[in-house]
């Protein structure tokens, strides 16, 4: 039971894992992603078939009087029911958690919702409100700017990932005790688990100034945690700088790290050797003073140079460091597509598109990743094969608009 991003990754995962994923969709309509921004006319969007792998697709209204006995004859048959409705639907469907746990106490029930309990436990949550109010916008942007929400959709895949570690933690919990349990997982609660070092710097805060923000030189601080631009969040200085190309390609950059047990490496490769006799330069503190002018230093030899000519030069140093790669970089990467984290999928309707494979990889179970199922395209199939239900209780069920 579920839709748009948060709830479907969790479940793309599980059935990476090899589940029997069964995605119960709305009749007629389905998932509202399967129309979201498409880029073929009347065929499955990009940010469905992403999402879907590996799934069968049933369409259901538990709403009706033979949806509701099918979604019961379903919740006997499954080991885990995952859904990201807004708060209360399921309940509203008739299916509250202790109904559930009666039609079968070994069922799994993972929930993913915007808020935890609270005074915003009923509010409808995306991606970008999670990041607002979980920490991440705040503290995500430029010294001055506004604050900034960030591509990496930690707001509804992040949770997706959360809900991953809920649901096969209550798998396990079930082999030892034989009970199913309920699991929840708030978009806020998973970004915050994210930006958990932010909320380490609060208190650091409180303690005295942040010396590795830009802020220590540049403007003294508040009283939160502020946005530090593309400093450094581990303790060493950082910065993105230029690279070869930078005044035509957006993404000519590379972030360089200048780890105090690597810069005297870093120092001599970039043609400052003096600064290693140089009380001004040779130690973190006396540098921390002086971040900008060094990283300026950083950049005049990095802009002679392709990106991935500098990751080739500082990496055999120990210069911890990561060229800006483009989506077209990544998705055209050799590598990726070797370990099967950059796929590519045949679809009936769309031909062939890229997806990203399974990011965690099982030695004895590796992945296959096959397409996402069109709208209700196994919705005979299950109720035969896994409900036993016989071809005059599917004709009645449809006739009823419940499939
Ligand atoms: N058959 C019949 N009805 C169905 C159905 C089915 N198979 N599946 C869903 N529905 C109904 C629901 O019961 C609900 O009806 P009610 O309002 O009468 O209870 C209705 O569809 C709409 O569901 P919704 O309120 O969840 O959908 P929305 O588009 O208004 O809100 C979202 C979307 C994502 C904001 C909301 O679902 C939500 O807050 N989810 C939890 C947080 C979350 O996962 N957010 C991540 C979204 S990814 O960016």
């Given at each position: ?14 059935a990476?894992?090899?589940a029997d ?16 921004l498409r880029d073929i ?9 992403m ?9 259901l ?8 006995r099918i ?10 029911l ?6 209360g ?41 999670a ?9 995500t942007g430029e ?32 082999e ?10 708030a ?6 688990n ?7 710097d ?52 590379i ?5 105090a ?8 490769v ?20 002086k ?25 055999p140093?120990n ?6 790669l483009s989506?077209?970089e ?8 070797e ?30 990743v ?5 709208l ?16 005059k209780?599917?004709?009645?069920a ?6």
């Amino acid at each position: 039971m579920t839709h748009v991003q948060s709830g479907p990754t969790c479940t793309q995962i599980l059935a990476w894992f090899g589940a029997d994923v069964i995605k119960i969709e709305r009749p007629g309509e389905g998932d509202a992603t399967r129309s979201q921004l498409r880029d073929i006319p009347d065929v499955d969007s990009l940010y469905f078939t992403m999402l879907n792998s590996n799934k069968r697709s049933v369409t259901l209204n538990p709403k009706t009087d033979a949806g509701a006995r099918i979604f019961t004859r379903l919740i006997e048959e499954c080991d885990v029911l995952v859904e990201n409705y807004a708060p209360g639907a399921i309940d509203r469907m008739g299916f509250p958690w202790e109904k559930i746990q009666q039609i079968n106490p070994r069922m799994i029930y993972a929930s993913v919702k915007g808020f935890g309990p609270g005074p915003y436990e009923d509010c409808k949550v995306y991606e970008n409100v999670a990041q607002c109010t979980g920490g991440a916008a705040s503290t995500t942007g430029e010294v001055d700017s506004l604050p900034l929400v960030t591509g990496a959709q930690i707001g509804d895949s992040g949770t997706g990932m959360h809900l991953v570690a809920g649901i096969l933690a209550a798998l396990f919990h079930r082999e030892k005790s034989g009970r199913g349990q309920r699991v929840t997982c708030a978009m806020q609660d998973a970004v915050l688990n994210l930006c958990r070092v932010k909320l380490r710097d609060q208190q650091r805060l409180a303690r005295g100034p942040l010396m590795e923000y830009p802020q220590f030189l540049n403007g003294g601080f508040s009283h939160a945690v502020p946005r530090a631009g593309n400093a450094s969040g581990g303790g060493h200085p950082g910065s993105v700088v230029r690279c070869k190309g930078w005044e035509t390609d957006p993404d000519a950059y590379i972030y360089v790290i200048a780890q105090a047990g690597a810069f005297p490496a870093l120092a001599r490769v970039i043609g400052h050797e003096d600064w290693l006799n140089d009380p001004e330069f040779n130690t973190p503190e006396a540098r921390l003073h002086k971040l900008d002018y060094v990283f300026s230093e950083i950049e005049k030899w990095t802009t002679t140079m392709d990106k991935m000519d500098v990751m080739a030069t500082l990496n055999p140093l120990n210069v911890p460091n990561g060229p800006i790669l483009s989506m077209k970089e990544l998705a055209e990467e050799p590598a990726l597509r070797e370990t099967g984290t950059v796929v590519e999928v045949e679809h009936p309707e769309r031909g062939k598109y890229l997806t990203v494979g399974n990011p965690i990889k099982l030695s004895d179970s590796p992945a296959e990743v096959r397409r996402s199922p069109l709208l209700g395209e196994h919705t005979d199939e299950v109720l035969r094969d896994v409900l036993g239900l016989d071809d005059k209780e599917i004709h009645a069920a449809r006739r009823e608009g419940a499939i």
